[in-house]
């Protein structure tokens, strides 16, 4: 701690000169950033492979007899995919806030240990109430990961580190598609017929028991908050608290956090950017079915949809990596969803096939490229305080799982689906506007800050003292007054 005292103190600085770091801080910060990176990222990561597992294996037991054993017409399959939404939104708000209360590494095991034995618990279902059921309870145990990951990695990293952190987190959600391709096809054809069962009630017993052990070792592995993270020592929990400039958080619950993030203009903005992603991110469940459409049969269905994920996965590494170094936010997930844009004009303006399993990488890219730039941009505007910027994730993946919920009522005219093809061209469109919209807003905000508080007195890697007594937090946004919007 002797290092602390060695620190320079902004406040004695004048407001015309950056402050210089100090080297020994430096090393220290980036030893520690090396270890969250080293822990934190994978196991934040691998649990959201399970997740999506858990619940897109929906897709691939469909195509392998799920429908068709269970006797369910298009329209039952889509609201069998809606009635997991329902249950997602019924838990956000309330999970996110017991999780801002609550130790982190206790309560996300809880979550994922209850999920996995509902998910595995899909291949007693015998016919469309049933799977209606199950699917329901699915989304209500795993409604509180995605929105409580993303906040807890928040709490660790600058606006500066997490757009690539929030990128490897959801490379989650292509590479369970990848591997739940391979994952499916392997189980399905080894244990098809084995103890009497088909193989795609084998794909979700095996997946959910997979889970269910994962669940143990999260315990061990996933931190709390940067203050309180048992395998962070003295010192790194101390920096890991300073170098975020933040206030000292709340100790009692109150409502705060909620009436803050509701009138925040900034979230209801992210929240139709991000319908419109989670809206195209129902290719998710449909791509096997368009894959077949194409002309693929068998386990090269579910094998022919890896590329496509792969794809999107590193396409959203490199616009990460970009955005974080750049510092700039609103042209890379315009660009994202402008490639999205073009993909669905392929959707809907050909029939050549070839053309259409290219317009999969351009729609599939697109859209999950975009999301995670999108969700570190949402921490870059809701920097702080702790309880607003965790309902501000919850409320943001609330109310755009609406998004998930109509999204395959739309797919309901095979094998072109142009209805959700144009639906989603259209809102893909409109959120290209909105980010260059708010890019324009946040310009504002960062002058009225300068002008308030003087232009900011530390470089982009300056580790920010921590002022317990707030008396150098800036009211409008919960940080440091040297904090200024990404754009």
């Not at 809606?82 to 095991?109: C, D, F, K």
Request: proline share 4%.
């Amino acid at each position: 701690m002797s290092s602390i005292n060695k620190d320079i103190d902004i406040s004695t600085i004048e407001n015309t000169h950056v402050v210089p770091n100090d080297p020994e801080l430096e090393a220290r910060e980036k030893a520690l950033v090396r270890k969250l990176d080293m822990r934190l990222v994978p196991m934040l990561t691998f649990l959201y492979i399970c997740q999506r597992l858990d619940n897109s294996n929906i897709g691939n037991a469909k195509v392998a007899g799920l429908q068709t054993d269970l006797g369910l017409s298009n329209f039952q399959y889509s609201w069998a995919i809606s009635i997991y939404t329902l249950g997602v939104m019924a838990m956000q708000i309330p999970s996110n806030m017991i999780l801002e209360r609550s130790r982190p590494s206790i309560y996300l095991p809880t979550l994922i240990a209850a999920w996995s034995v509902v998910s595995a618990m899909t291949a007693l279902v015998h016919d469309y109430k049933s799977l209606l059921l199950v699917r329901f309870f699915l989304g209500i145990t795993e409604s509180g990961y995605w929105c409580g990951a993303v906040f807890v990695l928040s709490t660790f990293y600058k606006p500066r580190e997490i757009a690539m952190r929030n990128s490897i987190f959801y490379c989650g959600n292509w590479l369970s598609g990848a591997l739940g391709g391979a994952f499916a096809g392997a189980i399905i054809d080894g244990m098809e017929g084995k103890a009497g069962l088909p193989g795609w009630r084998w794909l979700f017993i095996i997946e959910g028991c997979i889970t269910f052990v994962v669940a143990f070792f999260a315990i061990w592995a996933l931190p709390d908050y940067p203050a309180t993270t048992s395998w962070l020592t003295d010192d790194e929990k101390d920096l890991a608290v300073r170098r975020l400039g933040q206030g000292k958080p709340k100790e009692k619950f109150s409502f705060t956090g909620l009436k803050s993030a509701l009138i925040d203009y900034k979230i209801w903005v992210f929240i139709i950017i991000f319908m419109a992603i989670q809206t195209g991110g129902q290719l998710n469940y449909f791509m096997p079915q368009i894959i077949q459409d194409i002309g693929y049969t068998g386990s090269m269905t579910q094998y022919m949809t890896i590329p496509v994920y792969v794809f999107a996965a590193i396409l959203s590494l490199i616009v990460a990596l970009l955005s974080d170094r750049q510092q700039v936010r609103s042209y890379y997930i315009a660009f994202c969803m402008s490639l999205a844009v073009i993909g669905y004009i392929f959707q809907i303006a050909t029939t050549n096939k070839a053309l259409l399993f290219f317009s999969l990488f351009l729609c599939g890219g697109g859209v999950w490229a975009s999301l995670g730039v999108s969700l570190a941009w949402l921490g870059d505007c809701v920097p702080g305080p702790r309880d607003k910027k965790a309902i501000g994730f919850a409320l943001l993946n609330m109310i755009s799982q609406l998004s998930n919920f109509y999204g395959p009522q739309l797919y309901t005219n095979p094998p072109r689906y142009l209805v959700a093809n144009i639906v989603i061209l259209v809102y893909m469109s409109i959120g290209v506007v909105l980010c260059f919209g708010l890019r324009f807003l946040l310009v504002r905000a960062n002058r009225r800050l300068d002008d308030k508080y003087g232009v900011p007195v530390v470089e982009k890697k300056q580790v920010i003292p921590d002022d317990r007594d707030e008396g150098d937090v800036a009211p409008e946004t919960g940080v440091n007054k040297n904090f200024r919007y990404l754009l």
